[in-house]
Structures are given as structure tokens and as C-alpha cells.
């Protein structure tokens, strides 16, 4: 599948002018957002003004030309990318296409990463080699860009780390080199929270070229708490040495959207007791953390994250996640105690689950014959009486349907709907509680142990309830204790927190202009 050559125009009856390119095509209005650094609030930047756009009546679209994360997401078409645009897209009310991201490289270890293109792995590439081919991947790039750009009233582009690294400025495809190749102008979106921001935006501007800084039509100052007063002084004399206005400073906001990668400060919070205490492997690859996002919004539960065999202490349940390198992890579980903890715990009655590489790590081995990721047969944790073999294709599908017969404690899930997608390699075979392993929906052995390859399964309806209800009610604490939960109604209304706080703290208005609205 090339993106670019699928689409037709579509005329959208607005107030505004519709634009035409030479050729007579309709184009779309679009903004890039730049940041000083990683995590500067860039995703969460677009996703707000996605959907305050969105809101006023536009057709909205997200873009990231080249995204480095381990969390991802399956289109309807079995296209996989950046978790990222998902949450772009679904801010802005419309369904996430593979042009939205068509280069996604997700790290296999300290020196490379599987690289995907349109959707599809294409092989791992240690980083020097990728710096060398990412040319090649322009016309992908412009493809997708130019199928959204022709679709859409706005795009809405994202960058990557800062455009001022200076080592990796030569031909660039994600900031400044992509800026100039889509003709957009740039929003600088640098973090005050950590410290520095002025040193940071300053130092970004003065880095660049004449021809980039000139793109630079507006700074955003994110994440500030206090008064706002009291900033004014540096606000003006960053304006005087940059010759940028800046446009907007954000207040901290405390808002619950999936992040992106492993710079999630969820990983970091306080925790406390709760009446369910759930602990999360936090392992060294960890990918599609968000799947558990939605547990830590019911009150009285505890969502905790540890790296370590001391601060498992004695959870009712321990989720082991997805990885990008399965048998890496195990041994690194293996290695450092994680592995026996999480049996001993289970031996004392906790209950077990894992979701992809987490399910696969459950079993009595994991075999990767085609070195898709490590390489080499590991035994398994022995939890579940199945065995995985790791074929040559990555499978990547949105899947939906019943949940197939449970036992245990969690039997009220038979036959609940669900919906979610598939992303692994290996496939899984086995029996548990002598009947054939479903895989696809939740497979269990004798001693409350589950396992699925389905992500965003607990966001679906009732099924994180149901299972912390039955953990509830098993320690006695009754059935009304956890309250239930609409989930996706929450997210609507975190992305409408986000938007309205964009628009009451940056120029709006300014910023329509520099896009020629």
C-alpha cells in the first residue's frame, strides 16, 4: 500500500476560502508544532489544538512523518503506528489512518530499531545504518502527507526531539527538513516546568538557519505553574532576543491522555493503598503501557509500577505488559528476582495476568527461529500450559468480538463484547483448564493465571470493572466498593479539559493567521 495515491478532493462548505495549489488540488491549512526537547508537551500540544479545531467545525488531521516509540496502535486496515497520532486522531473525532505516521521505529535495543514503513516492518536497522536510508523515505513520507493534505480542512504536524540537534540536522524528514518540505509554519513549544525554558527556546532559535527561524511564527511556553505575572518580565525580553512572539503560556494541567513512551510520568507518581492494590511489571522494553491506564481512574485502586523484586510487596493482581524483545525481558525478569517474585506471589493466591509478550512469558517456552527478536529458545515461567513459536511476519489486526468461556475468578467476563488489535510475532498453542487456549480473547490455567494478545482490552466497557469487582469482592470488601466506570466518555472529556485550556492561554487567533485561516 503507497500512501498519496489514494484520495480524492473533497469540497467542505466553510466560511473561510478553500485553498488550491497550483495544480487546482485543494490543500489543507496546516501548523507544525517543534519543541525544544523530548517530552516538551508536543503530542499533547497537537492533540489539543486538534481538537479545539475539531470543535469549531474543521476536519482535523494529525501528522508525524518519522515517530521513535514503543507504544503503538493497529488501524482498521492492519496498518500499525504511533500510539501518539491515535490519541491525535481521536481528539480530533475521526478514525486513525496509517498516513498520520508513515515512518514508526520502535527501539529492539540500545543500538537499533525495528523500522516500519506504511504500517508494515520492514526490517532492524542499527541507527547509523538508518540515519544513511532515511532519505529513501521521503516520497513515503510526502505521499502520506499529501493524501491528508488533500483530505483534510487541517493538518497538524509534530516534530521530534528539538530541530536544533545539530548532529542529526543533515538531511532531517521530522522537523525544520520537513517543515521546509510541507511549506508549514512553526510553533516552538518549549517545557518550564523542568527549568530553563528561556535558555532552551533562545538556545533552539540561535541554532538554527536564517530560512528555519524564519518558519518560527510563534513560541509556546507549556506547563507553568503559579502566577503568571511574574513570568511577564522574561516573557518580553525573550520576545526582544528572538524576535518571536510568544503566543501562549500553558498551565500545568492535570489531565489524564495515554502517553507516548516511557518518559510517562505515570511511571513516576506517588501511589497509595488501596482496597486493589495492582502492580505492573515495568519492564526494560515495556510497550503498549496505556493498556492499563484505565484501572488507575477507579477510586480505591492502587496502580503502581515497579522495576524491582522488593517493591512487589503483595498486590492482589501483577499485569505483565507487552515488550518489543520478549525473551530479553523474561531474562531480565529472570535475572533479577522479578521472575520468582511474581511466582511466589501467585503461589499465595495472587492472581496472574499478561497481555502479549506478558502472555507469551506465562508459558513453558518461547522460540524466535527466525531471530525476529533476540534469537534462540527460553523456557517460560511456567504459569500457563501453552508454548510460543515466533514466526517470520509480524501480526498486526484490530480485533473484536465475544469473549469465549472463563473460568476462575474472573468467569463474569465470558461472554462479554470487546474490542482491540493484535501486535506480535509469535504464535501460541496450548492447553488451559483442559480446553484449547484462545489466545485472541483470554486463556487461564488452574491457579488464576490469564493471558491475552488483545491490547485495549480492559478499555472495553465493563471487563476492568468486572475484574476489579471480583478481586474486591474475594477480599470481602463487597460488591459496592468499586464503582463503575465509562471510560471513553472519561477520555472525551480530558480531551475537552485540553483543548479549552489551549484556547484561554494561547492566541488562537494569531496562530489561524500564521496558518492563513
Avoid at 501467585?346 to 508459558?363: D, T, W
Avoid at 525476529?372 to 498486526?396: C, H, Q, R, W, Y
Amino acid at each position: 500500500m503507497s500512501p498519496g495515491v489514494l484520495g480524492t478532493c473533497f469540497i467542505y462548505i466553510k466560511i473561510v476560502d478553500i485553498r488550491f495549489n497550483m495544480k487546482g488540488v485543494c490543500m489543507a491549512y496546516k501548523i507544525m508544532v517543534q519543541g525544544t526537547m523530548s517530552n516538551a508537551g508536543k503530542s499533547l500540544v497537537v492533540a489539543g489544538l486538534a481538537r479545539l479545531f475539531a470543535r469549531d467545525g474543521y476536519k482535523v488531521a494529525p501528522f508525524k512523518s518519522q515517530n521513535m516509540a514503543l507504544n503503538s496502535f493497529i488501524t482498521k486496515d492492519g496498518f500499525e503506528i504511533g500510539r501518539a497520532q491515535a490519541v491525535q486522531a481521536e481528539a480530533a473525532g475521526i478514525i486513525p489512518e496509517v498516513y498520520m505516521n508513515p515512518v514508526l521505529l520502535k527501539p529492539v535495543s540500545e543500538m537499533g530499531s525495528q523500522v516500519i514503513v506504511n504500517g508494515k516492518a520492514i526490517c532492524n536497522m542499527k541507527a547509523k545504518d538508518y540515519f544513511k536510508y532515511k532519505t529513501e523515505l521521503v516520497p513515503d513520507i510526502m505521499a502520506a502527507f499529501n493524501y491528508l493534505d488533500r483530505k483534510f480542512d487541517i493538518v497538524i504536524i509534530e516534530g521530534a526531539g528539538s530541530p536544533a540537534e545539530i548532529n542529526l540536522k543533515e538531511n532531517d524528514i521530522v522537523n525544520m527538513g520537513l517543515a521546509e518540505m510541507t511549506n508549514s509554519p512553526v510553533l516552538l513549544v518549549g517545557d518550564i516546568d523542568r527549568g530553563g525554558v528561556f535558555a532552551q527556546v533562545y538556545g533552539t532559535i540561535a541554532l538554527l538557519e536564517e530560512k528555519e527561524r524564519s518558519r518560527i511564527k510563534g513560541i509556546l511556553v507549556n506547563k507553568f505553574r503559579g502566577d503568571k505575572s511574574i513570568l511577564e518580565p522574561g516573557i518580553k525580553m525573550l520576545e526582544d532576543k528572538c524576535g518571536k512572539p510568544v503566543l501562549g503560556v500553558i498551565p500545568y494541567i492535570n489531565i489524564d491522555i495515554d502517553d507516548e513512551d516511557s518518559l510517562s510520568e505515570r511511571f513516576s507518581k506517588g501511589h497509595y493503598a488501596g482496597i486493589v492494590d495492582i502492580a505492573v511489571i515495568r519492564l526494560p522494553r515495556i510497550s503498549n503501557f496505556t493498556d492499563f491506564n484505565v484501572f488507575g481512574n477507579f477510586e480505591g485502586v492502587s496502580l503502581r509500577y515497579i522495576d524491582n523484586a522488593r517493591d512487589l510487596k503483595e498486590p492482589d493482581i501483577i499485569f505483565i505488559p507487552g515488550t518489543k524483545n520478549t525473551i530479553k525481558d523474561l531474562m531480565w525478569m529472570r535475572q533479577n528476582g522479578i521472575e520468582a517474585a511474581v511466582k511466589k506471589a501467585n503461589s499465595k493466591g495472587c492472581i496472574v495476568f499478561g497481555i502479549c509478550g506478558g502472555y507469551q512469558m506465562l508459558g513453558n517456552s518461547i522460540s524466535d527461529q527466525y531471530n525476529m527478536e533476540e534469537g534462540g529458545t527460553a523456557s517460560g515461567m511456567g504459569l500457563i500450559d501453552i508454548n510460543t513459536v515466533f514466526g517470520s511476519e509480524k501480526k498486526t489486526v484490530q480485533t473484536s468480538g465475544k469473549l469465549g468461556k472463563i473460568n476462575g475468578l474472573f468467569k463474569e467476563l465470558s461472554g462479554k463484547e470487546y474490542n482491540g488489535y493484535e501486535i506480535h510475532i509469535g504464535m501460541t498453542e496450548g492447553k488451559c483448564q483442559n480446553e484449547t487456549c484462545q489466545p485472541v480473547n483470554i486463556s487461564a490455567s488452574q491457579n488464576n493465571v490469564y493471558g491475552s494478545y488483545i491490547h485495549g482490552l480492559f478499555d472495553n466497557g465493563d471487563i476492568a470493572y468486572t475484574i476489579l469487582k471480583a478481586i474486591a469482592a474475594r477480599k470481602g470488601a463487597g460488591d459496592n466498593v468499586i464503582k463503575s466506570f465509562n471510560y471513553k466518555e472519561y477520555k472525551k472529556k480530558q480531551y475537552d479539559i485540553l483543548a479549552d485550556t489551549i484556547r484561554d492561554n494561547v492566541d488562537i487567533a494569531k496562530i489561524s493567521r500564521c496558518m492563513g485561516i
